[in-house]
């Protein structure tokens, strides 16, 4: 079973799913009173958490410098003391915060502040170097984009990144940053069983990019865990307080269509034995030999279920085909491949 696979052009070899890490920064708000966060964590719980994902042969983590206001970044840190050379760490620049107030401030995508960002960053994971430092601004115009490209590259030449990438669910944004730089190495975007973005694959597949999955279950939709759930999420939770872009909850439980077609997948991504979780990241596996799946991990037994997936390997072809034939009819129009 391949349980390894390739960071695009960069040649790092990573876990074929890694641990997606804005769960463990905590609470991080707008100043309009949105939450940006998943709610209260107990960071000893998170170290033991990135601890189980490392037992069970996770070497990707990512982050970004904003989660949690830094938060995140400083957890993982503290769990990968005395292990830095054993794994490969993702972090992102692109949107402001204070670390004392838990704000967000706004959004920054000049060549300084990506330099600023980055020293930022380091400090807090408590490393020299980050493996993949990736804009975090998904609809920042393409030449605004470019003109961080030339700074990126020194960065590599320093020593102080491997790679970089965008997180941008715009296949043409992806196409044209990948085109400019030697060392773009991957496109972070929304992807799963639910919104698959045949698109971006594509660039991926022509311009050797790792496809990295946020979202690879739908915010927790695919877990199950919220279906016929009587309790809201609470209100420091993103999910509890859906902002326009977050269209699998609507106000703190699952939105209702989205909740009827993980049932109509449920029998096919669990035909083999696995979890619902398990399918919906096997599925991904078997999308692409360039997807490489990011599920957020918060508790130990959420990272035991997740990443049992790597053993699992990708999702058998005959119900690959059969969740394919059912999302031909329930995906919505232009959506999908």
Known sequence: MTTTRTLGRSGIEVSAIGMGCWAIGGPLWGDDGQPYGWGEVDDDESIRTVHRALDLGVTLFDTASNYGAGHSERVLGRALAGRRDEVV?????????????????????????????LEGSLRRLGTDHVDLYQLHLNDLPVPAALDLVD????LVAQGKIRAYGWSTDNPASARAFAEAGAHCSAIQHDQSVLKDNAAMLTV???????????????????????????????????????????????????????????????QALT??????????LGWLLARSDRTLP?????????????FA???????PADAFAEVERLLADLRPAGVGG
Do not use: H
């Open 89 to 117: 760490i993702a972090t992102k620049f692109g949107n402001r915060s204070d670390e004392a107030t838990r704000l967000a401030t706004g959004t920054d995508a000049s060549p300084a502040y990506a330099v600023e960002s």
């Open 151 to 154: 700074t990126l590259e020194g």
């Open 204 to 266: 991926c597949a022509e311009l050797d990019q790792a496809s990295l999955n946020r979202g690879p279950l739908a915010m927790g939709l695919l877990t199950g865990r919220y279906q016929g759930s009587p309790a809201a999420l609470g209100g420091d939770d993103v999910r509890g307080k859906a902002p326009e872009w977050l269209a699998w909850f609507t106000d703190g439980r699952p939105t209702p269509q989205w909740a009827a077609r993980v049932a109509e997948v449920r």
């Open 271 to 280: 035909a083999d034995g696995r979890t619902l979780a398990q399918g919906a």
């Open 294 to 306: 990011i599920p957020g991990c918060r508790t130990v037994a959420q990272a035991e279920e997740n």
């Open 309 to 315: 997936t790597l053993a699992l390997g990708p999702l």
